[in-house]
T-cell receptor, first 112, second 111 residues
Framework: QKEVEQNSGPLSVPEGAIASLNCTYS??????FFWYRQYSGKSPELIMS????GDKEDGRFTAQLNKASQYVSLLIRDSQPSDSATYLC????????????FGSGTRLLVRP | EPEVTQTPSHQVTQMGQEVILRCVPI?????FYWYRQILGQKVEFLVS????????KSEIFDDQFSVERPDGSNFTLKIRSTKLEDSAMYFC?????????FGEGSRLTVL
């Protein structure tokens, strides 16, 4: 059974700080990794995708992948109150169907 | 920006009734999906669809569920005889290459 684990939080950070969100996954063959943001009652919104080890930056967001440790993280720099949401880590396996396995999400609260 | 659209946004139904949820995927996408999220729980994969057939389905997607692409634009999820535990948000998603994009969801409430 493939698993994706996240700390449920809430993670509370002050406005302007760096928020660090972490995710581990069980399937060593996983190839594709995604971070989604989900506001309460809304659908998941894709923030970042990462496919190879290392860092990938997009604006205030940096995704980090370490396949040896089966670990993915998301850093949010200069956190804003509008970043307050649940962040979902999703992982795809080796097959081509793109059945994403989601973690339960980490709730982020950015205090003004 | 192209988006996945879903209807209805909210449907209330009686247990045992049939429900059809509709989706219009992004026009150049070839792979379509249904996911669901029970309140307070994880987003769960239901089914993937490619080239007019199911490519994979989860254990949740039993004989009560079916999917169809009746024309060139719509992608539907049918639940034949709804149960209380089918109450959830149902998300349609589509992709062309690597990334999955979700619609706004259809909230199903079974009474």
């Amino acid at each position: 059974q493939k698993e994706v684990e996240q700390n449920s939080g809430p993670l509370s950070v002050p406005e302007g700080a760096i928020a660090s969100l972490n995710c581990t996954y069980s399937d060593r063959g996983s190839q594709s990794f995604f971070w989604y943001r989900q506001y309460s009652g809304k659908s998941p919104e894709l923030i970042m995708s990462i496919y190879s080890n290392g860092d990938k930056e997009d604006g205030r967001f940096t995704a980090q992948l370490n396949k040896a440790s089966q670990y993915v993280s998301l850093l949010i720099r200069d956190s804003q109150p509008s970043d307050s949401a649940t962040y979902l880590c999703a992982v795809n396996g080796e097959d081509s169907s793109y059945k994403l396995i989601f973690g339960s999400g980490t709730r982020l609260l950015v205090r003004p | 920006e192209p988006e996945v659209t879903q209807t209805p946004s909210h449907q209330v139904t009686q247990m045992g009734q049939e429900v059809i949820l509709r989706c219009v995927p992004i026009s150049n996408h070839l792979y379509f999906y249904w996911y669901r999220q029970i309140l307070g729980q994880k987003v769960e994969f239901l089914v993937s669809f490619y080239n007019n057939e199911i490519s994979e389905k989860s254990e949740i997607f039993d004989d009560q569920f079916s999917v169809e692409r009746p024309d060139g634009s719509n992608f539907t999820l049918k639940i034949r005889s709804t149960k209380l535990e089918d109450s959830a948000m149902y998300f349609c998603a589509s992709r062309e290459q690597g990334e999955l994009f979700f619609g706004e969801g259809s909230r199903l409430t079974v009474l």
